[in-house]
């Protein structure tokens, strides 16, 4: 009889499980039918292109806000764990996805990712109809979001190092965080800058952080 091994965590799981949110532990305990209704039907709307409001969600459930904000929390709470549960399966999909080691493999996965972002129909609304939000949720400091992407980069990096397909002088967090910070700069470029954001680009610039020495 042949024994099939589980395949491994991915970088985005590991992740979520290094950067942990009541919300989400709320949700993977499956425990708090309640808190799961209230949070399909927010991720729902975001996916329909449509603003996550508390006080519709609230009526659409037929319970007051009270009752949403214990279940579920603040609103950007909602929207952060909303749009890292769309995040996580797309990273996972994209890094299961690449065959390529070392900087070619870093550079695939997150170019993919920005090109991804880039086209999604429902992120690109968000960014539109709520764009300072949307920054503050996704590239500040108290980012759960950003935390989340910047330890699943962190991740890959460390699996290419134990592989030695990597070497480089910045520490592991100090890469990632580069990384990351190059992804966003080209994912939002109209929000920053007021350019036009580029998957082709992010890709250049990965590939120039990421060469030998």
Known sequence: MSMQTAPAASCAATATARVPSELASRLAAGTHPDTVRAFVLARRTFLAGERVDSNVLAASL??????????????????????????????????RATTLTGAARITGILGDFVATLIEAPYFQGFLKREPARAL????????????????????????????GTMHFALTVHDLAYLLVRISESFTYADLITGETPSAERARAAFEYVLREP
């Open 62 to 95: 037929g319970i007051d806000r009270t009752s949403l904000f214990r279940w579920l929390g603040n609103r950007d709470a909602v929207l952060s764990e909303v749009l890292w549960s769309l995040a996580e399966p797309t990273l996972t999909r994209i890094e």
């Open 136 to 163: 503050r949720l996704l590239t500040t400091k108290d980012s759960q979001v950003q935390q989340r992407y910047l330890a699943a980069v962190e991740a890959m990096l460390e699996i290419e190092v134990g592989r």
